[in-house]
């Protein structure tokens, strides 16, 4: 959120300046192939992963967003997104779109 200072000098409120990072899911609408990430901003990445520009989803396009998690920290998001690679992960999400 923006706010307006006097001399047309912007300020930030404390919520501009916190950045969260997203723990995503795509599907692939044609194929079945499921991709986990992490992105600071979800919506321009998921429009990058279905316009092409990754390189390891291009061949699987167009994509739907299944699922996401929202996190105050890389880490913690970096974190989810090993676990969700990981076997037991997988099968969670797999529970999760049945």
Known sequence: MVKFLPAG???YTRD???KMFYTYVI????RNYIYVGLTGDLLK???EHNRGISRTTRSYKPF????FE???TRNEAREREKYLKSGCGKDWIKSKLA
């Open 9 to 11: 000098r912007q300020g």
């Open 16 to 18: 501009a300046l916190v």
């Open 45 to 47: 990445r998921v429009g």
């Open 27 to 30: 599907k692939s609408r044609e």
């Open 64 to 67: 739907d967003l299944v699922h």
């Open 70 to 72: 929202k996190f105050s």
